[in-house]
């Protein structure tokens, strides 16, 4: 799986700064144009609270402590995204690319998190929407706080769930191995997904302890392990 370095920047970050009223109070938000910055890779994270939503589109696999929607075979592909940077209108887009250019840095104490965006969205005018109002935050970036806010408590909760799959010895490490109709083979490894017959053999008490969200979880991974066919044939487009 081609996943971000932990020892360098986050996905899609290049240099991430610090949202401050004292910086930024000129400055202005520039958006993205399209989702070419999400183009080169073929995994995403994702929270959660979106397997249902996701489970229709990609194959949610697990790698570490994350859970991933992966987005193609090859390791810098993203077959959801053609090339003018258009997302597939069937497919659902991961809260993670939506929050992008803003994220959260959390201290190493885990007790304060600080609102940050990447430095090329930042224009030294006020050519875009702006940042602040004198000292205040604009609706902007009070938006952006809130929504990088519930991500960030929604992977928390994504940490707890593949950390209770663990400790269930439910994970397995698997290999993908396709084939399409022109018989041209593609095969991706490197991730894990939950054991069917493992889950199956929970006792009633096991299956009682679980979060409710947890086993809905649970069960659209199952749902997104039949997508894995569509990644073939929007490779093939």
């Known amino acids: 799986m081609n996943q971000a370095n932990p020892s360098t920047q986050p996905l899609f970050f290049t240099e991430p700064v610090a949202l401050t009223s004292n910086l930024h109070s000129e400055a202005s938000f520039k958006p993205e144009a399209n989702y070419l910055f999400a183009s080169n890779t073929n ?108 991500f960030q408590a929604a992977w928390t909760q994504t940490t707890e769930f593949v950390s209770t799959l663990v400790e269930l010895d439910l994970l397995i490490e698997r290999r993908a191995d396709l084939q399409s109709e022109s018989g041209e083979n593609s095969s991706l490894s490197g991730f894990n997904v939950i054991d069917k017959e493992k889950y199956n053999a929970l006792t009633d008490a096991e299956i009682n302890k679980l979060p409710r969200e947890f086993v809905s979880a649970i069960n659209s991974h199952f749902v997104s392990m039949s997508r894995w066919q569509n990644l073939l044939v929007l490779s093939a487009n």
């Open 43 to 150: 995994s995403i994270p994702l929270a959660v609270s979106e397997f249902e939503q996701a489970a229709s589109s990609y194959p949610i696999v697990f790698t570490g402590t994350d859970a991933i929607a992966v987005m193609g075979l090859k390791a810098e592909e993203n077959v959801f995204i053609d090339e003018n940077g258009k997302w597939d209108m069937r497919s659902y887009i991961p809260a993670y690319v939506r929050k992008y250019p803003f994220l959260f840095h959390v201290s190493e104490d885990a007790e304060t998190f600080t609102l940050c965006v990447e430095k090329s969205n930042v224009a030294d005018d006020d050519s875009g929407t702006p940042f602040f109002d004198k000292e205040n935050p604009s609706p902007l970036v009070e938006q952006s706080l809130e929504f990088c806010k519930n």
